[in-house]
């Protein structure tokens, strides 16, 4: 047993508004550079949609992530072998017009235009060349299913369902969409960690953090392939990749990463999990039905006595075993088990969860009456709206018991909780709902808890940094400022 | 020795004896002093991202042609022997000069593609500095060179091994001889010349990135991570004394 920390997350679907003000606050602190324009680190979609980049899901089209291969995990896109012939020209590497051509406007023209008969416009330039463009596209320009024929009837996920459920999901009545915010998944089998051929990405030791060292990253542009969430960028103007740092200095400082702490609807959870490292290779090897339950046992339970004694042995700080008691992600994934990964199939063990959003009620319109679709309070889940199909395949590598069984204890709890405070719902009901969501009333009134009065410091349980690993006491702090991934002892211009 | 004669042996003896030695000196100096000051400047600035179509023709050619030539170039300064025992069958000869010739076009194809990309695309202009356009000036120059003296002092692999290696030598033991060189034709002349031009333009130049590649990934692990101290020791108390 080699256990390590991780900080992981929870993102709760069901209470994200979608108003992007997470990529907004990344944006402002970290990528408003020349160069990075077109990165957002945090970026939120909106599902049925294409994403960011445009089919980042279908790994046909951009070979991301692993596959198994005689019984061996191989990268898709690159590997030993091929990483000599892929150098010069990567053949799976997204350009510019997989993302967007970032743009301003020339505002000036708004107040130098001479007097005339027509209101002075504000034209459209390139962030990178300067000239005027058209803009054709934009990092959210499926947001809320805006011309869906055209993008979200491309969602990769879509695969998954039958004619019927498809022509149902677009129904215009039916219509339905939730949204789904994404980070840097700090995965414990990186893609782009393997992919790197100057060996500049690594996992830090201490609480997992991916980051890209930008003194040794050469711009070979690997990880951007490999990774199958796309969430490894390329710097064009400094000929480096950068990717999100996970807030590592506001972490290290006992802050909440600028996402989670701006997040409108509250839906961001962060902490502690403890894992057997020993495990990853064999659990990234499992079949895909098998992958969510092979990653929830690599997680283990921070309050069992050996797994405590193999933390302490492998250095992991005491005050760090107990944010991992109290992880909320810790409750959320392997006690409750309603947070899931996305696409666990791409095999990179991604340690940001899911919860996967609800059904919203479904009643249809007859031109006269609204006819409200089900006996009880929430649809027949074979008859929702999202399919689960659909979900499945984003968050359980095609394992459908697994969606249906957070969707179930989901429902379970709002009834139960309806029968409390409101009342038109008997208890007795509520708690045969309970019962077969294999939840008791104690933990659905922890979820209730967690879900909806959560408090700041009980939705992220930081880990304390320590002093004594701080790294000014271990290396020249001026000389490790560009090996974490941000902030240069160089001006960031292109090298010669 | 007449007048004329000694000032065309001082021409000879600066391109020839001094030029690659200033070269060679500030190239070593310079990569050195760069990769640790601005050891961040080392990358290979690729233009990829911005221009993903004519990328393929330019790099993908230009860099398996020049890696054929240099190699070839290599060969015959590390084993000129073996280079001219392989060509006393003239059909080996064949085989070795037209895989050089073919070696070249691909170089000139792509460097043809890679100067049509950067001008036709506003974004690929954009980050194409000074020092690339001398660069691409300077390979366009070194690889036209080698082609016609291919064509027109055929057989290279043949007195390259016997004229030009052994002058390399001379220059490795710092005991140049140039009468190898003085005879040689004008061609083969500039083609040396501005292959010294090169290598003391290197440092200054996106060249460097030739010298990171990525060689240790043919045999480290997949995964890496990095810890600042020793896991298994930092929290004794010993640990945290001896550091002290
Ligand atoms: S999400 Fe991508 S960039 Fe982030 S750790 Fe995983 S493979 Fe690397
Ligand atoms: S800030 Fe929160 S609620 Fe708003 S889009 Fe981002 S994740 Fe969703």
């Known amino acids: ?496 | 020795m007449t007048q004329n004669t000694t000032i065309l042996d001082y021409f000879n003896l600066f391109w020839f004896a001094v030029l690659p030695y200033l070269a060679l000196f500030t190239f070593l100096l310079v990569t050195i002093q760069r990769y640790t000051r601005r050891g961040f400047t080392y990358t290979s600035l690729s233009s990829q991202f911005l221009e993903n179509k004519m990328h393929f023709w330019g790099l993908v050619p230009f860099h398996y042609g020049i890696l054929t030539i240099l190699f070839g170039h290599l060969l015959g300064f590390l084993i000129p022997r073996q280079v001219m025992l392989w060509n006393s069958d003239p059909l080996r000869l064949y085989v070795l000069e037209v895989t050089a010739f073919v070696g070249g076009i691909f170089t000139l194809v792509g460097l043809v593609n890679i100067v049509l990309r950067r001008l036709a695309d506003p974004r690929a202009k954009v980050v194409t500095s000074t020092a690339d356009w001398i660069v691409i000036s300077i390979l366009l120059f070194q690889v036209s060179t080698g082609l016609l003296v291919a064509i027109f002092n055929s057989w290279g692999s043949f007195w390259y091994a016997a004229s030009i290696s052994p002058y390399f030598w001379s220059l490795l033991v710092f005991n140049p001889n140039i009468a190898y060189v003085t005879p040689l034709p004008l061609l083969v002349k500039l083609h040396i010349i501005s292959a010294y031009f090169l290598v003391l333009l290197f440092p200054f130049t996106r060249l460097v990135h030739i010298l990171v590649v990525p060689n240790p990934y043919l045999w480290r692990k997949p995964q890496l991570v990095r810890w600042y101290w020793n896991r298994r020791k930092i929290r004794t108390p010993e640990y945290l004394v001896k550091r002290k």
């Open chain 1, 1 to 496: 047993m080699d256990i390590r920390s991780q900080i992981s997350m929870v993102f709760h679907l069901d209470k994200c508004i979608g108003c992007h003000t997470c990529s907004i606050a990344c944006k402002n602190i970290w990528t408003d550079r020349r160069g990075t324009e077109y990165m957002w680190w945090n970026n939120v979609e909106t599902k049925p949609g294409t994403g960011y980049p445009t089919k980042w899901e279908d790994q046909d089209k951009y070979q991301g992530g692993w596959e198994k291969k005689n019984g061996k995990l191989k990268l898709r896109s690159t590997g030993k072998g091929r990483i000599i012939f892929n150098i010069f020209h990567n053949p799976h590497q997204p350009g510019l017009n997989d993302y967007y051509e970032p743009w301003t406007y020339k505002y000036d023209e708004l107040f130098n235009a001479p007097e005339g008969n027509d209101q002075p416009t504000a034209r459209p330039i390139s962030m990178i060349t300067g000239k005027y463009i058209d803009i054709e596209a934009g990092p959210n320009w499926d947001d809320d299913l805006s011309g869906s024929p055209v993008y979200a009837k491309n969602d990769p996920n879509l695969s998954a369902l039958t004619a019927e459920q498809k022509a149902q999901l677009f129904a215009i009545e039916r219509l339905v969409f939730f949204y789904f915010p994404r980070i840097c998944n700090h995965c414990l089998n990186p893609a782009c960690v393997a992919a790197c051929p100057s060996g500049a990405i690594y996992k830090r030791g201490e609480d997992g953090i991916v980051l890209i060292d930008q003194e040794r990253c050469r711009g070979w542009r690997s990880c951007i392939a490999a990774c199958p969430y796309k969430k490894s960028y390329y710097n064009w103007n400094t000929g480096k990749s950068e990717k999100c740092i996970l807030c590592f200095p506001r972490l290290e400082t006992g802050q909440a990463p600028a996402c989670f702490h701006s997040c409108v609807g509250r839906i961001r959870y962060l902490g502690v999990l403890l894992y057997d490292a020993d495990r990853i290779d064999e659990i990234a090897k499992k079949p895909d039905e098998e992958l969510v339950e092979a990653q929830r046992e690599l997680i283990m339970n921070p309050h069992d006595p050996a797994v405590i004694k193999a933390a302490r042995e492998s250095g992991i700080a005491d005050d760090v075993i107990k944010a991992a008691q109290e992880s909320p992600v810790y409750k959320f994934v392997k006690e409750w088990k309603i947070a899931l990964p996305p696409h666990i199939e791409f095999r990179t063990l991604p340690m940001l969860f899911y919860v996967p959003a609800m059904l919203p009620v479904m009643s249809s319109f007859d031109g006269k009456t609204v006819k409200n679709m089900s006996e009880g309070l929430f649809p027949d889940l074979d008859k929702a709206r999202a399919p689960i199909e659909y979900l499945g395949k984003l968050f359980a590598a095609g394992n459908n018991s697994k969606v249906r069984y957070v969707l179930k204890k989901q429902m379970a709890i709002r009834t139960y909780r309806r029968a409390v405070t409101v009342g038109d719902v008997d208890m007795e009901t509520a708690e045969r709902m309970l019962l077969e969501a294999d939840c008791s009333v104690q933990e659905a009134e922890a979820i209730y808890k967690l879900t909806s009065l959560c408090t700041f410091n009980e939705r992220f349980v930081i880990p304390p940094a320590h002093r004594e690993e701080a790294i000014e006491m271990m290396k020249d702090p001026l000389e490790h400022k560009q090996s974490v991934g941000f902030g240069f002892r160089e001006e960031p211009k292109r090298g010669l």
